[in-house]
T-cell receptor
Framework: EPEVTQTPSHQVTQMGQEVILRCVPISNHLYFYWYRQILGQKVEFLVSFYNNEISEKSEIFDDQFSVERPDGSNFTLKIRSTKLEDSAMYFC??????????????FGPGTRLLVL | GQNIDQPTEMTATEGAIVQINCTYQTSGFNGLFWYQQHAGEAPTFLSYNVLDGLEEKGRFSSFLSRSKGYSYLLLKELQMKDSASYLC????????FGKGNQVVVIP
């Protein structure tokens, strides 16, 4: 069964450093998403991406975040200058279509980011 | 804005039935999802409701009342592997998640 994959599974970085989290969505999916989950808290939407542009973003997704689809398979989330509060599990998700009936988002296993 | 409310934890015995409730107030509505999340893992899709009523999928059933902003997930014949957090998520375009209801299954 096709699945979303993410690398790395864990990332430790120093405050102020840039990190790039990578995702390979399911191959026939067209919509891609990033969510994050701070330890013990709920899953929070960051951004959705379709047709090589951001379709929606939350208030969390400020100027230090960016997303890119550098080639036909990868979808990346860049955090320009990490802060302690960016420590969280970051989930990538994809869906075949967008906000249509019965359109399920499938989640990758996540990247656990720790900012020291 | 979006507000999704779920109780935080419940304990049940193997073989039992549990009902996990979710109430929501959102600025839009395009369906309600239930996901299961084991500790340290990604959410996995369980069920989806967009119309009022009950959707049944094996041991799991989900109910939706749009007028009341209410949904529940029913888990039957509980198994140890069902110990997890159950997340209610409302979709406008993004998915807005509740905090999740941690279900602990004891033998």
């Amino acid at each position: 069964e096709p699945e979303v994959t993410q690398t790395p599974s864990h990332q430790v970085t120093q405050m102020g450093q840039e990190v790039i989290l990578r995702c390979v969505p399911i191959s026939n999916h067209l919509y891609f998403y990033w969510y994050r989950q701070i330890l013990g808290q709920k899953v929070e939407f960051l951004v959705s991406f379709y047709n090589n542009e951001i379709s929606e973003k939350s208030e969390i997704f400020d100027d230090q975040f960016s997303v890119e689809r550098p080639d036909g398979s990868n979808f990346t989330l860049k955090i320009r200058s990490t802060k302690l509060e960016d420590s969280a599990m970051y989930f990538c998700a994809s869906s075949e279509l967008g906000a249509r009936l019965q359109e399920t988002q499938y989640f990758g296993p996540g990247t656990r980011l720790l900012v020291l | 804005g979006q507000n999704i409310d779920q109780p935080t934890e419940m304990t049940a015995t193997e073989g039992a039935i549990v009902q996990i409730n979710c109430t929501y107030q959102t600025s839009g509505f395009n369906g309600l999802f239930w996901y299961q999340q084991h500790a340290g893992e990604a959410p996995t899709f369980l069920s989806y409701n967009v119309l009022d009523g009950l959707e049944e999928k094996g041991r799991f059933s989900s109910f939706l009342s749009r007028s009341k902003g209410y949904s529940y997930l029913l888990l039957k014949e509980l198994q140890m592997k069902d110990s997890a957090s159950y997340l209610c998520a409302v979709r406008c375009y993004r998915l807005a998640f509740g905090k999740g209801n941690q279900v602990v299954v004891i033998p």
